[in-house]
């Protein structure tokens, strides 16, 4: 079945700093893939989305590229705010799940001022 | 983007009684989605609901504990019954818009749900 891993957190940086958060996924069909953000006691927010391989998505100044080769799909932001401190889920998306969405555990990131 | 509402926001309930959850949605949707969310953990899918069918639910989740309503394309609600202090969590329900993002989820701002 589909699945997403992605690091565990959590992820400490200071303001400033270049962010990386990893993800990996497993699919049985060509997926959608995304990154959503969850600011502190708010639902989540679609960040960012690539339909296919190559693809790179981005929003906010964050950026991620869907490498079908690795099965990746890594959150990267060159340089971070305090206001970035929140949960960020990688997830996926396919026709052959009923669109269902998997999403991976969360990261948690926090941004030291 | 669609704007999706939910209500209540939060509530602290009693072990043993139901709560309703509403989830309103600005346009039409064919597919919508409901999610538990234990504190510090992932989003997990509880079950699916069209407009005019039962909905799918995931394993480990059953209609009798989380009946849910689709009586229109922009509504939903989500009841848990007979809750228990294990069913304190984040209840957050999700749209896919139809046509070119139907693989888009959004979602609402979630329910904090408390069960003493």
């Known amino acids: 079945g589909n699945s997403v891993t992605q690091m565990e957190g959590p992820v400490t940086l200071s303001e400033e700093a270049f962010l990386t958060i990893n993800c990996t996924y497993t699919?049985?069909?060509?997926?959608?893939l995304f990154w959503y953000v969850q600011y502190p006691g708010e639902g989540l927010q679609l960040l960012l989305k690539a339909t296919k391989a190559d693809d790179k998505g981005s929003n906010k100044g964050f950026e991620a590229t869907y490498r079908k080769e690795t099965t990746s799909f890594h959150l990267e932001k060159g340089s971070v705010q305090v206001s970035d401190s929140a949960v960020y889920f990688c997830?996926?998306?396919?026709?052959?799940?009923?669109?269902?969405?998997?999403f991976g555990a969360g990261t948690r990131l926090f941004v030291k001022a | 983007s669609a704007v999706i509402s939910q209500k209540p926001s939060r509530d602290i309930c009693q072990r043993g009684t139901s709560l309703t959850i509403q989830c309103q949605v600005d346009s039409q949707v064919t597919m919508m989605f409901w999610y538990r969310q234990q504190p510090g953990q992932s989003l997990t899918l509880i079950a699916t609901a069209n407009q005019g069918s039962e909905a799918t639910y995931e394993s480990g989740f059953v209609i009798d504990k989380f009946p849910i309503s689709r009586p229109n394309l922009t509504f939903s609600t989500l009841t848990v019954s007979n809750m228990s202090p294990e069913d304190s969590s984040i209840y957050l329900c999700?749209?896919?818009?139809?046509?070119?993002?139907?693989?888009?989820?959004?979602f609402g701002p979630g329910t904090r749900l408390t069960v003493l």
């Open positions: 699919a049985t069909g060509y997926p959608s």
């Open positions: 999700s749209a896919g818009l139809d046509g070119l993002s139907t693989d888009t989820q959004y």
């Open positions: 997830a996926l998306s396919d026709h052959t799940g009923g669109f269902k969405t998997i």
